[in-house]
């Protein structure tokens, strides 16, 4: 402490108080830390330290009461003298539309605000402050009585233990949500696997958990965080600040006396502003540091709330417009085994249709045995399938409660479910793989989808059903069959007309030119992806010298590591691969020379680009082989080492990052003219 500090240590304890709370204001609800955390870890000893030596000087506000105090036996109840309100439900466009008008009605036409806010998924509460104290928090029970959590509520650091500045009334209830934001929840969970406890289903279930503990000392340790979006009780506002007269103007005074309010709070005019704002927010839920179920629509006017009036426990002058659920149950029919072009297994769950995160999921991969066990999923269980955002559908879990007692555990099958060959687990790895290799028929109808495709010899016209077909009556059975193929063949396939076999056998023709490149990564072998492909063309220009390379020469190619290179070298040195290599180039498979280009001299070399929003003028997947081929690396996601973000149409929480990061940001008239040149 600096001398200049007064030794009277009531005054002392005030100061630190006063300090306390105006950093952890900063660093709780502003999100604008000004000390390091050692520094506030520092003033909070000294404070500890200080009400051990006076502990007549200890008050209910003093931040050391954030820690937690005495193991409750149970909560006791707390009747609201203002019946906390629920939200109607809207799920639509034209529900928004109908909720506009009806309130239009209600107001006689008269012009009327809407303020928009985030709906988050937390748990509603209601703190009573009595002379700027806090005294008092309630859940929302069933609307009319809650539980006191006062002691839990203590704990969380974005909740101030006393109103800032001097003007606030001598009685204040207020109203939000108690939530746990996505990263805490991760860290929480994580914690809790590591003590070989329990974990969270998600933010929700863990903020009300954590609610509900009867031990504050563990809330305490629990990332809690709360937006305030309203009021209950007021009494005697303060007359140098009257009670503001509009929802928008509420929520200021709330963020003066020290809560934090969410910073997406907007004024929308009309229905067409709520809607766009709705898919805004839409567009960014993952991107937001907490979960949301939707958004909550107001009347800004309390004058006009009033008039609108209530419908049993809703406010009419208020709608939540609700997400399209991202976690949903579902019965799991069957697990059905998939096999891919290298032989992986796949166990992939066949689900009843479900509508989850805005699209119809039937399917999805459960990974390996590895994940079905620790997932403890069975057949016939009733599951817990999510999609948040872009991401694909997951089986989350089961839930055990509906399980029949008939179920067994899942067993991945010792053999190839097509070929019948072995299947083994190598090298530690997660799937296990069938051993028939070009034996194996699902395998070579994978190969060939795989050499047939867009990024690779971009065959038009020979979809996944005709080659399944194809190989199924044995007119191909290797890639190399593919050259030999005629119109008469084609046609006695199923729904093959004479027009659709010549076009076909057109593009078998054209596909022959090609470059070196593509071609590679058409041959399918494994760790070889598009990028890795490019770099071995460029470094070796001809495909002899490829041939001709071992494991450890391939090491000097930029983007070829030990297992690529050993794959590499295992594909060229087995003679049936030979055989098919031979058939493809005696088939006029050709590709011009690559002379002078090196990796260097790419236009693109070291860009690591993230593509994000919908491209208008080209697919997505051809922007991606075309930046490849100038050098670019791809990801999916945005990071500090992305160089570049090209951003489409209705971009969204990649392209947010993007500026976070200040990383450069091109449109897509900018990345055509990458093309071009
Ligand atoms: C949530 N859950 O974020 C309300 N809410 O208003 C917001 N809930 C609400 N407002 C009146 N933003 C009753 C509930």
Known sequence: MSDKEPHDPYKQIQTLHKRLNYHAHRYYVLDDPELPDSEYDKLFRELELLEKQHPELMTLDSPSQRVGGKILDSFTSIAHQIPMLSLSNAFS??????????????????????????????????????????????????????????????????????????????????????????????????????????????????????????????????????????????????????LAQSHSEILKQLHTWGFAVSPEVKKCDNWQACLNYYQSILSRREALPYEIDGVVYKVDDIAQQQQAGFISRAPRWAIAHKFPAEEVTTPLLDIEVQVGRTGALTPVARLQAVFVGGVTVTNATLHNQTEIDRKDIRIGDTVVVRRAGDVIPEVVRPILSQRLDSSQAYVMPTHCPICHSLAERVNNEAKSRCTGG??????????????????????????????????????????????????????????????????????????????????????????VGEATALALANFYKTLECIQHKNAEDLLEVPDVGPVAAHNIDTFFAQSHNQQVLNNLLSSGIHWPEIINKTLDELPLEGEIIVLTGTLLHIKRNDAKTRLIELGAKVSGSVSKKTTLVIAGDKAGSKLIKAQELNIKIVDETEMMAFFET
């Open 438 to 527: 070009l034996f194996c028929p699902a395998q070579r109808k994978e190969a060939i989808k795989h050499f047939a495709s867009r990024k690779a010899m971009d065959i038009d016209g020979l979809g996944d059903k005709l080659v399944e077909q194809l190989v199924d009556c044995g007119f191909i059975e290797t890639i190399a069959d593919l050259f030999q193929l005629t119109s008469i063949q084609l046609v006695a396939m199923e729904r093959m007309a004479d027009k659709s076999a010549d076009n076909l056998i057109q593009s078998i023709e054209k596909s022959k030119s090609t470059t070196l490149a593509r071609f590679l990564y058409a041959l399918g072998i494994r760790e």
């Open 93 to 242: 466009d034209d529900d928004i539309k109908e909720f506009y008008s009806r309130i239009s009605d209600l107001l006689n036409h008269k012009e009327f605000v809407l303020i928009a806010e985030p709906k988050l998924d937390g748990l509603a509460i209601s703190l009573r402050y009595e002379q700027g104290l806090l005294v008092q928090a309630a859940t929302r029970g069933d609307g009319t009585t809650g539980e006191d959590v006062t002691q839990n509520v203590r704990t969380i650091q974005s909740i101030p233990l006393h109103l800032s500045g001097d003007y606030y009334p001598k009685v204040l209830e207020v109203r939000g949500e108690i939530f746990m934001p996505k990263k805490g929840f991760a860290q929480l969970n994580q914690r809790q696997i590591d003590k070989g406890e329990k974990t969270f289903a998600n933010p929700r279930n863990a903020a009300a958990g954590s609610l509900r503990q009867l031990d504050s000392k563990i809330v305490a340790s629990r990332p809690l965080d709360m937006f305030c979006y309203g009021i209950g009780v007021v009494d005697q506002a303060h007359k140098k600040m009257p």
